[in-house]
């Protein structure tokens, strides 16, 4: 058996739920995330998202949540291979790879903005005009 040899597919799914299980142990932001997708998810449900809306939303909760984890990766990388000393490189790599995930989450925001600003401008609309 070499190093490269395939484990099967249930063999790749219990690794990454281990992976997961890790993040959300180890890594406060990404348990802060999970909530704020939960109640996300909720709010789009009692806004009735159509179908697309509902889709835009859990890409932008997964594209958020898959940097968070890309970051987590870096810093445990880099921490490993460094043995957490003090390196200039190591902390530009560090602050980067939080940058994307600012930039993921940024971008996420404005999405969910465009989306729910316009879903609770309509309710605000139907509750003005239905008295």
């Given at each position: 058996m070499t190093k490269f040899k395939s484990s099967g597919y249930l063999k790749s799914i219990e690794y990454a739920n281990k992976g997961l299980r890790i993040?959300?142990?180890?890594?406060?932001?990404?348990r802060c995330h999970i909530v704020i997708a939960v109640l996300v998810l909720l709010a789009a449900t009692f806004l009735n998202f159509d179908r697309i809306e509902m889709c835009i939303v859990i890409f932008a909760i997964?594209?958020?949540m898959a940097a968070e984890l890309f970051n987590s990766v870096i810093e445990f990388a880099l921490d490993a291979l460094y043995r957490n000393k003090k390196n200039t490189l190591v902390g530009m790599a560090k602050d980067m790879s939080a940058g994307a995930v600012l930039i993921a989450t940024f971008t996420s925001v404005i999405i969910g903005a465009i989306l729910f600003l316009n879903h609770l401008y309509d309710l605000i609309i139907q509750g003005i005009f239905w008295f």
């Open positions: 993040a959300i142990k180890s890594q406060r932001n990404f997964g594209f958020v």
